[in-house]
């Protein structure tokens, strides 16, 4: 005994681990992927009212001029830069001894003075400076531009047309009077030999002066000060309290990326995903503890808060598009169908508020997606059709956009001056919501549900195991089929699940098809069972339950189906065979366990529904006569035996759902049967 409740604390305290484990890694998960970034969160645009608080200025900072300014000064003093040039002496003398050289005898047709004249003319071209041409291009868009040449420790300024380019000097050259009319006698002379730049592009020395004057720009044009008002609630955004604003935001970013403000974000960032997590759980522990207790629960449930709040977290991190393009709405959506709207609108909430962490304007995001996630929850109950998924699509957007509007139309009175590409992020959103239908699969198989669509493509009886049903076992095939009209009506009263009560009780007797001719429904003539042991007899009809399993394992129907085909007897007995044997055995003391069914018994509503429908139908079909009378007796005797023996304690199904469900069964078998009021006798 001591060994059992070991095992039992062990187990419960390794399953409480690992939900601890579960709700652990999700808050580190999240505060990893919040972004650093610890400025103030606010919208405020020019033109527009300021719709938080009054804000003071909490610390000293700069009124940081706008990007446009800084760029405009940047512009006004490069345009007055003087780029450094170095003067070279050295090639003036290199090139005119090479001329002298070259030509010291004289020049062949001309008098022997033409040497000394373009010697003169050489060094006047030197004198003024020669650039290389692909320089001299680059500073010559602009000839009133000034260049600074630097020639040994003096510098002086030189207008850019003063200064020839290899090409202009030499063209300079048979410019002059005295030259020109030799001109071609010159030009076999190949005087652009001798013709070199003397002023070259002193690199460093421009970059350095020219980062120097950069540097000398303020960044800033006024400070705030400590306890200095910068706007107050109502008050319109102009110009100037924009650049304020926007410094304010740039020295908080600034100050929270110091070594000492980076631990005190993580830690605040930790409370606060921890508070909101610990809410949620708790949530789940006074209102949804079949929801906690089950690990592919609580997994889908902790997996969709997550995935958004991290999208967002990254999307803010690297400014990619817009935050508003998610589908926020989806998550709802999906826990909506698997569980409830209650449990969706508590968890898109803390969803919203653990993105709102991530995003800047705030307000805006947290009403926005509050409107858009309730929409989807109250549009779309259960998803069985693509066009519901569509008409979700459609609501969230004009809901999103309805109430943008008007919170736009709050703050500006002018529709003209409105920002509209929010539109367009809304249109997005609502076609990103559309991919929820196919996604609907892949949360199936991850975390082991089953939705509608997929219960109604099991339901479609011309599915290959149903076909087969039915050509095998054409009674059972019927049975089902009744069994399943007469359930889903009692689920649709009560306000259980219809869908899912409908496929179960298609496929709870699927194992009849092993030895079909061994149940009375499939029987044309005698009954092979009369002529076996009472026993023998008992297992093969409990057989069908085991054989059920089976065929559910090997055509890989969910779990869900295979609860229904397991508990649709519970662990009750065949009560035909028991209470025979007993009757041939009087004196002896009968051990009921070849009789039972193997079990459970129901743990949910739908299975009990099952279970009424499923032993009502056919204990019907042995009815002498069809009445009211017979009918009610029926009924009430089954259902009444089922609760006094226990088979519907581990499920929530209620006393008065039990009585819902009789008052169904009754009417249904009525019109089923025809059934009319017995006509008095005459007495003599």
Known sequence: MT????????????????RIAIIAA????????LPRDSGPQFRYDVGKPWMYG???ARFDFPIYKTDEAIKAEQDSILNNFEPYYSYNAEQEKLQIAKFKSTFGSGIPGLPAEYVTIITDRLHRLYQAGIMDPNQYSEISKDSTRLIRVISGKNATSIQVNCIYSTMTAYEQLFADEKLSPHRQILQRCNLNEFIAANISYDKERSETERNDLLSSIAIASGMVLTGQKIIDRGEIVDPHTY???SSFEREMTRRSATSNEIPSTIAGQTLFVSILMILFTCYLVLFRKDYFEKLRSMLMLYAMITIFPILVSVMMSHSILSVYILPFAMAPIFIRVFMDSRTAFISHVIMVLLCAAAVKYQYEFIIIQLVAGMVAIYSLRELSQRVQVFRTALLVFLASCAIYFALQLMQDNSVLTMDHSMYTYFAMNGVFLLFAYPLMLVVEKTFGFISDVTLIELSNTSKDLLRELSEVAPGTFQHSIMVSNLAVAIANKIGAKAQEVRTGALYHDIGKMHDSAFFTENQAGKNPLEKMTRPDAAKIVINHVTEGLRLADKHNLPGII???IATHHGTGITKYFYI???NEHPKEEIDPRPFKYPGPNPFTREQAILMMADAVEAASRSLPEYTEESIGNLVNRIIDGQVNEGYFKDCPITFHD????KQVLIERLKGIYHTRISYPELKK
């Open 3 to 18: 060994d059992k409740y070991n095992d039992s604390d062990k187990r419960y305290w390794r399953n409480m681990m690992t």
């Open 26 to 33: 999700t808050v580190v998960l999240l505060v990893w992927f």
């Open 54 to 56: 009054s804000l003071i």
């Open 243 to 245: 650049r304020v604003l």
């Open 562 to 564: 295979r609860d229904f």
């Open 580 to 582: 025979t044997y007993q």
């Open 658 to 661: 039990i009585f819902v469900a």
